[in-house]
């Protein structure tokens, strides 16, 4: 089984609908992250947690809300979809308590297409 | 700011022979970590290669190994004995010792393997 799994792995929503992304790991990593693809523009931070109780924003938070719900669990919602929006999102994993906090894991992508 | 430069968006190789993909940054600390990443047309984002900034020694993964030239801020991967299966964008990727900033990527490279 993949050690970062994100849900779902493709949508497509319309303009003004809420939307959820859903990451679960089973690394035992205790910092979580979200990130932006977009084509010409590599990745982008949206946001970062460094443990249940603490959320930061990234560079491109605009637009976007996330929770963790639990160490292993980090969503990302955008509360009402834009086309702009339109991307891959990926999310990532570190583990500060083995001193390797500045390697970070990916998930497999959700693709996401706001019509 | 740090940032992350890969002058060389597309390039190609033969299969079994070796090239090199370039990757210059730019910051102001002493103490960081620099990462290859593979981004194959599946879209999973692939640890390749990690170095950190206090080795003197250059990162080597089986046929991936890099050329890091810290006073000129370079970070170069090379690939020997390409394979058809080597063929994905590759992204270089820089963060500060800690964790606590972002991981700043590239552009990425986009490398064909030809047979």
């Known amino acids: 089984d993949a050690d970062v799994t994100q849900t779902p792995r493709n949508r497509i929503t319309k303009t003004g609908k809420r939307i959820m992304l859903e990451c679960s790991q089973t690394k035992g990593h205790d910092r979580m992250y979200w990130y932006r693809q977009d084509p010409g523009l590599g990745l982008r931070l949206i946001y970062y947690?460094?443990?249940?109780?603490?959320?930061n924003k990234g560079e491109i938070s605009d637009g976007y809300s996330v929770s963790r719900q639990a160490q292993a669990k980090f969503s990302l919602s955008l509360e009402s979809a834009i086309p702009n929006q339109t991307a891959l999102y990926f999310c990532?994993?570190?583990?500060?308590?083995?001193?390797?906090?500045?390697?970070?894991?990916f998930g497999p992508g959700t693709r996401l297409l706001v019509l | 700011a740090q940032t992350v430069t890969q002058s060389q968006p597309e390039m190609s190789v033969q299969e079994a022979e070796t090239v090199t993909l370039s990757c210059t940054y730019d910051?102001?600390?002493?103490?960081?970590?620099l990462f290859w990443y593979k981004q194959p047309p599946s879209r999973q984002m692939i640890l390749v290669i990690r170095?950190?900034?206090?080795?003197?020694q250059n990162a080597t993964e089986n046929r991936f190994s890099v050329n890091f030239q810290k006073a000129a801020k370079s970070f170069s991967l090379k690939i020997s004995d390409s394979q058809l299966g080597d063929t994905a964008m590759y992204f270089c990727?820089?963060?500060?010792?800690?964790?606590?900033?972002?991981?700043?990527f590239g552009k990425g490279t986009k490398l064909t393997v030809n047979p």
């Open positions: 170095q950190e900034a206090y080795k003197q």
């Open positions: 947690s460094f443990d249940v109780k603490d959320i």
């Open positions: 990532a994993t570190s583990d500060f308590r083995t001193g390797d906090q500045e390697t970070q894991y």
């Open positions: 910051t102001s600390e002493n103490n960081y970590y």
């Open positions: 990727a820089f963060i500060t010792q800690g964790g606590s900033e972002k991981l700043v």
